[in-house]
């Protein structure tokens, strides 16, 4: 029964619903129709603000060089399509809601969206997606089945309908994942990266549906529909977005991670400006830096006052200026002279001294800052993996990441932040370039430079300059990725061929002179037979059918068999047996010698010397010129197989240089220095465990160099190679981590490592 508007449980839908008015419950349906409007498109805010940091640190930990730049191309695919994918999101959940409502009551029965597809067979890739949708679905089902229970028996009242189920709910799991799976199709990505994006949707998307849940039962318990379906259970947690646009206040506390100061200029907060988003290596340098300052003292008094943050950026302009106009920093000493001359003229200008001295001083923010960036590009000069001419060209950076470090409060805490970005993928370039003097046309270092020159003209104090010369740069890099992929992939085909033909050349070489040996006197021309024509077979065998194949076995076999026959048969039996089996032998012998092109008249030559083997077969008495062999018949190139795996008499024994370059991975760089001492970098592209070889290619994927691995542990243990560390990890991580370091060794606060 109802009362008051509260209706008993155990009541058909279709009465109860009776009791609600028609107009009362399109008023409700308007209402829950406006909570979803204003929440879903808040959770897919979230996902966005967060994506390129998600994909940007799943980047920096991918060891594969291709994936990698798949990382980077969904980053910037993803960010140009969020303007349609956002919209299309939203539009198709409002649509599915209002399709919802209009079909209310009518005879129909509701049905999945899984359950009405057509059943076809699929590929491999939409299989995935299947199972991840699947996953997304059931793991949100589960998690909030008492929200969804209670909101399916409130929306069933309302539509009329003896029952709504989670899967028809239209704005339960199901339906949600859907929706942004019809959106992202507007992308049309890798799927591996696709896959990860689901991931992250699931995060932070319905990992927080639970709140817009919530929020529906709500209404419509404040408006008596089942009000005494409630369930006592904490509320769940809602979504940062959705709380920034309830509390505006909080939003100044909790901006997102990659957004710029208000404006994008001077008069935005700096570096710890009002309350902007830190990493906790930041904090860590702040209090390191502070503590060093207070050991080393001559700081400004206190009370001096403080040079604005304005004024900061205005003498950092005029320097940009003049380092525009000078003539460009060619050599590692050039860059480090003006590098340590930045800080000097800044504190002249301003008129900051130390001491008694100082008639100013910086700011807290500002002194961090300038003390963190300097640190930054002192590691940039100190960074082995960087030539010499590249550290030079990127030292010019100095000034205008200074400038957007105390413009941007998140350049620190924002991986993606695109001025960082910039400065890791330059950098991340920089690594396989290799100096040969040329800096003209469209060399690397010629890009490198024109891009530097781009920072420094056109950057003033808005760093949306930074993402599009940092777009261009990744589409750059990208194209070079796909070029270096395809030649290194070649190179890979390559190696494996030939080291398949090596391994298989070694096994019929052993099958051959075990049974060469196991038989003892061989006559000379069937031991010529098998070594150079029937070797031949059986490698043509093993290569196309494989070692399980009947093509292998049968010619094996066929060896077997030919040196059986050539031994004397001296009872009735094996000559009445070996009459039977020269025919099909011989046949199976001429077949085999016809498909490798053998030479005709060699053939022929060695058949009528077989011959002559049968007849004195047949008699009993062995050929005359047979000797036993005194050693085994492998050939010079087996022999070398054998030997390589042995050391020498004499040869030192293994070492830590020897343990260095086995252990060394595919993807690995290395710096060495070649015959004609010139030095060389190269990423090890294929190494073989079979014959020691080891091949590395340039930044582009062309082969460099083919070295073994005996002459790269030389090249160790005398000094003249090197092992390019952390190639992967971005510039400004290892810089940060390096900054921790270095101050908690001079402060002695021990050697904690720094957080990743």
Known sequence: MAVDNVIAFGQS????????????????????????????????????????????????????????????????????????????YLNRALETYDKFWRHAGGDQEFASPLESAELSLVDEAELEQDLAVTAIVSKAQNRFH?????????????????????????????????????????????????LVIFKLFERHVMDYVGGLYDDLNDLLIKADILPKITHRTPKNPVAPSVQRARDPAAAETQEPAGATAPGGG?????????????????????????TQRSEEGGQPAADLPVVPATEVIGVLSDLQESFRSAAPTTSFEEAQAAQQAVRVRLATTLGIGSGGEAKRRFGQDEQDVIDVISMLFEFILDDRNLPDAMKALLSRLQIPMLKVAIVDRNFFAAKNHPARRLLNDLARAAVGWVDDGNRSGNTLYARVEAIVNRVLNEFVDDPAVFAEISRDFDEYLEREARGAQVAEERITQVNRGQEQLKLARDRVQR??????????????????????????????????????????????????????SVTPKPDQAQRQRLLKVIPDLLSSVRDGLTNISFDQHKAAQLFKALQVCHIAALRGTPVEGVEIPKS??????????????????????????????????????????????????????????????????SRKGTKIAELTAAGIAERFRVGKADVLENVNTPLMDRALNAMVDALRRNSGAGTTPAPA
């Open 13 to 88: 839908a279709g009465v109860a619903r009776r009791r609600v008015s028609g107009g009362r419950v399109k008023g409700l349906i308007a209402q829950c129709r406006g909570v979803v409007a204003e929440t879903l498109p808040h959770l897919l805010q979230d996902l966005f603000e967060n994506l390129d940091d998600d994909l940007y640190a799943l980047a920096d930990k991918s060891s594969n060089d291709s994936l990698h730049s798949r990382y980077f191309a969904a980053m910037r695919e993803l960010r140009k399509l969020r303007g349609k994918i956002e919209p299309a």
């Open 146 to 194: 008492r929200e969804l229970y209670a909101l399916n028996q409130r929306f069933a009242l309302l539509a009329g309908v003896d029952e709504v189920d989670d899967t028809v709910n239209p704005v339960g799991p199901a339906e949600l994942t859907a929706h942004f799976r019809h959106a992202l199709s507007l992308w049309g990505g890798d799927v591996s990266v696709e």
């Open 266 to 290: 001077p008069g935005g907060a700096g570096w710890g400006g009002g309350t902007p988003a830190r990493s906790e290596v930041l904090n860590v340098l702040r209090g390191l830096l502070a």
């Open 511 to 564: 099958e051959l002179n075990d049974r060469l040996v196991a038989a003892g006197a061989v006559p000379e021309a069937v031991r010529e037979l098998l070594l150079e024509g029937w070797k031949d077979v059986l490698l043509l065998a093993l290569l196309r059918e494989g070692e399980d194949s009947d093509a292998w076995r049968s010619a094996l076999d066929v060896a077997e068999q030919l040196i059986w």
């Open 632 to 697: 085994s018949p492998l050939d010079e190139a087996a022999a070398e197989v054998i030997a390589a795996g042995e050391p020498g008499e004499g040869e030192p024994a293994p070492d830590e240089f020897d343990a260095l370059v086995r252990s060394l991975a595919v993807g690995q760089w290395i710096e060495w220095v070649d015959e004609d001492e010139r030095s060389l970098r190269g990423k090890l592209a294929w190494k073989s465990e079979v014959t020691g070889t080891y091949v590395l290619v």
